[in-house]
């Protein structure tokens, strides 16, 4: 985003203001977010969200710095809560700027007196820094005051005051915070050059704004132990306060605590920071904005995994761990189009590690310990193409070598039959149990989207893995006959199977009766699009246009696709309410954006890569610059409405999202 003042101070929109947020990642899983008044509307948004076993296991540690700027004995707060019926205190109307990049920034004008407040995180670290500049053009006596605000919860939950009890251990320079929300050796470490000052009270009732509109809990109390403080006299200071759960040796203790030396750690750390964005951005050979853009919010998603020692993927932010399906599926955009052949090399071999009776895991735990689940149809196979597609990016056959044997287990797991019912049938294709595809929402025991049997898009999956071992396999010598045999089986089947000859386009899932009957679901979904876009399709030409021609009229938007045709009685046009309500709209309308890439890609090939349909391709995807300013700033949220105008929910960041525009964008258009 780019450097943008906020008309806040006339006409103040809340809901407006709350809506654009921020976000700075660790590379570690966690992160500091919120929006850009530094109100925060979400339980997931903190100045510290920390990772205790990375990438998972997050813990909201601090949730916001209230800063105070004290004039002739006049208090000027610069922070904003929402309390029942409340907004207190203020501050947007001291804010004169904001922007995202490189670093988020703000600033504030009170009087003569200019704040800048930069925010970011050391990398690797579960360490934020607030680094604060600030003038004094008038030359006046005036104290500036910070207050830390503490939570030291698990990020799904929210706290009261009886709930929690803090210890707390206080020098000059600041505080270790214990809590019995967390562990005992897991410690709130604040520091700052400014003096901390021992005074610890309660605040009550904040309240967050997007919790309540998507029916979760929304209140808590916040924990504060005291306050750093200065007295300024000079026309230009620099401050800082550091929120760790491991700080620098030279932070620990006021013994060996050196102002000057700290102020020039901070200060390298900042300058580090901002390197590392530059980086990012050199590594993008386009010049325009959205390719730059999407560059930078690739690096949001690419995290270290402490149980493996290597590289995974984040599904998305504030609250997706790494996921198996949604891994595989970004893996291309995040790093092959991006030249990071090494992290894609690390997050397939994560996976593989993990792969158990042909299956890799859907999502890792929460918690990091647990056993990952391995419930889902299409993740493996999406793994197989990955695979292929590093190879095509890298030319790599000795990490081809390396993952042969996970992608043979794969399909001979699938042709054999393992869990979850996914088995081969006779024809060649794949057929499974509820709920294991990428529409998977559930109710309780009630399947919102059922798609046991055959389902269109898992049986293009697994044609697609099949060529791929095949043109794998046959690279680094291995017999690949048997392989051959089954890709032609399931080619021959496949339109008997799936073809709907009244709407001219696929079935979405065919499932067999008690009685040998099959059942066949007309739904418009865009799951068929999948039989046109992957590298090795079933399809004669004439009906992968027909495909396309269908999936166009019925579910594009400017934002992606959405999971339901409007025509369909079951179409839900708005991803709003509490849970179960948002989960009967998740697959049943809502747009999806990582959609779009593979709509794309299908709409190129079948328009033979004509100047027309690259245009209008490219068109569609430039629509993603507005919206890089909308919502999660300078990155693509999970999904949209299916109504217009297609008000972006879900989560702000999702690496597929941004994974497949920015794919499709590099691949299709500008390649």
Known sequence: MSPSSLPYNNEFDHAAAISREWLVTNGIGGYASSTVIGENSRKYHGLLVASANPPVD???????????????????????????????????????????????????????????????????????????????????????????????????????????????????????????????????????????????????????????????????????????????????????????????????????????????????????????????????????????????????????????????????????????????????????????????????????????????PNRFSDDGISAPDHNTVDASLWFIHSVGRYYSYTKDLRTVREMWGTVVSIIHSYKNGTSYGIRMDADGLIEHKGQLTWMDAKIGDQEITPRAGKACEINALWYNALCNAIRLGEFIGEDTAELHGIAELAKSNFTDVFWNQEDKCLYDCVSVNDDGSATKDAAVRPNQIFAVSLPYTMLDTDKERLVVEKVKEDLLTPYGLRSLSPK????????????????????????????LGPFVTAYVKVNGHSSLSLEYCRRLLINFEEHLDEAGIDSISEIFDGDSPHRPRGCIAQAWSVAEILRAYIEDINS
Request: hydrophobic fraction near 35%.
């Open 58 to 360: 997050r813990r909201v540690m601090l949730s916001s710095l209230d800063e105070e700027i004290v004039i002739e004995g006049e208090v000027f707060r610069l922070a904003v809560h929402s309390y029942p019926d409340t907004l207190y205190p203020s501050g947007f109307q001291y804010l004169e700027r904001f922007s995202a990049s490189p670093l988020p920034t703000f600033e504030y004008r009170v009087g003569n007196v200019k704040l800048i407040k930069t925010v970011f995180m050391v990398y690797g670290k579960n360490t934020t820094i607030v680094k604060y500049k600030l003038f004094n053009t008038g030359k006046q006596d005036i104290v500036l005051r910070i207050l830390p605000l503490v939570a030291s919860r698990g990020f799904h939950e929210l706290r009261k005051a009886g709930d929690a009890s803090f210890t707390e251990v206080s020098i000059d320079t600041g505080a270790d915070i214990g809590s019995n929300l967390v562990e005992d050796d897991v410690l709130l470490q604040l520091r700052s050059n400014m003096k901390f000052k021992c005074d610890s009270h309660w605040y009550y009732n904040f309240q967050y704004e997007m919790e309540r509109e998507r029916g979760e809990a929304y209140q808590e109390d916040l924990y504060n132990p005291g306050y750093f403080e200065e007295q300024i006299t000079e026309n230009v200071c620099e401050f800082y306060v550091v929120v760790s759960d491991d700080l620098p040796d030279e932070m620990k203790s006021e013994d060996i605590f050196d102002p000057v030396s700290a102020l020039e750690l901070i200060n390298f750390e900042y300058e580090k920071a901002l390197l590392r964005q530059k980086d990012l951005l050199d590594n993008c050979s386009f010049n325009d904005n959205l390719a730059k853009k999407l560059f930078v919010a690739a690096d949001t998603f690419i995290v270290q995994r402490s149980s493996t020692n290597s590289h995974s993927i984040i599904a998305g932010y504030h609250w997706f761990a790494d996921w198996g399906r949604d891994a595989m599926i970004s893996l291309p955009g995040l790093t092959l189009v991006t030249g990071r052949f090494g992290d894609a090399k690390e997050i397939i071999r994560t996976f593989s590690e993990n792969c158990s009776d042909g299956l890799i």
């Open 568 to 595: 369909d009685s079951r179409y839900t046009g708005r991803y709003y309410g509490d849970r179960d309500t948002r989960d009967r709209a998740y697959h049943n309308g809502t747009v999806w954006a990582w959609l």
